[in-house]
């Protein structure tokens, strides 16, 4: 499905989701959990979650508390049907608790053969502590793998690596999640296409999402990570702000042994501001020469706005900007400011109704549509071959 059926897909998969919240309901304070320093939660919240599975589904409840509850390993969700609500509690990784080795706060875990379906994450703060972790490699607060018609709701994700990470779902939402001083990226969508047979992550949505108050973010992250076998993405009603990395970066990895091929990403109404990276967005797609195994079609943006620049780049097909307000926008360069060369020339691309203060344009891209737009400047520009 398109992004404009975004909106009924999200209705339908939450009251999918909710439906199973009114299934037997599993207190992880039955299962030993209690809040408080000192104590380790991750074999009673574990041995919640293997129980509702057990009973075919049901709800995962953490119920408030004063102290936060500390787990000192990965919460992993096998099972369909199964909700983990927090009655808006604090879920905190031990320091030290991931010392030498990579691992999630909470993974949501099917296979390719068998995801896991219908299960929903509300309601919760997850402090992931990363900075309080010795070489924990690149771990993420919420992962899901292989997971099918499922949510992420009215979560909070404080400190982690990478906030919320979707690989090689389908038909998954964010709704109202808020990530706040990440140190790699804040959201993650993707399918690992070229490193794993037929990757794809299909149809994720993430709406009134934040990435907000990083000043620790590496220079290279982003915001939002769009990558690798992605289809029909949508960021809507969402804001970046104050986050040391980039804003929003769409690419493929150029590596790997694989087709990695990526279609149909949209961001409606999206604000980026206080971006201190090289872009508040970027869009890649790879160089003509290997573009049968590499590539990024259909990238629509509406209503955006950003106070730095936002560049595309490489032979991208379908390429849209309407309305919204822009600092500078480059179309066919990889380094804002540096003569551009012909291996980033972009295909084609229309900008409609667009508000700029410059625009820049290598002069090998093809079929460049300016309607009604407003720049100060609008400059087109020769360079250097570089194939």
Known sequence: ARSWTAPFRIAVLLAGCLAGAHAAVFDVTDFGAAAGEGRDNTAAIRAAVEAAGRA???????RSANLPYVIRDTI?????????????????????????????????????KEPVRGVLLRGF???ANYFNQRNAGRSKAILFEFAEDSAVEGVTVDRPYVGLSFRRCARATARRVLVRDYAEDAFDAGGDAGEFPGGKARAITFDGVVARDAPRAARDGNAFEIEDGVEDI??????VENVAGNGAGLRNHLGGTGPNHSRGVELRNVQIR??????????RSAPRAVAETNSFHDIRLKDVSADGPVAFWGPIQGLRLEGGSYRDIHLGYETPGAPPVSGSAIKEAELKSVTAVAIYINAESGGIRLLGVSAARVEVLAGRRAD
């Open 274 to 283: 206080g971006v201190r990276g090289d872009f508040a967005l970027f869009a």
């Open 234 to 239: 949508l960021l809507q009603n969402s804001l």
């Open 125 to 127: 703060r997850l402090d």
């Open 76 to 112: 992993v969700i096998e099972h369909s049907g199964i909700t983990l609500w927090d009655e808006s509690v604090l879920l905190r990784m031990a320091d030290g608790a991931l010392n030498g080795r990579t691992a999630p706060a909470i993974l949501v875990r099917g296979t390719q």
């Open 56 to 62: 075919g589904g049901g709800t995962v409840l953490i």
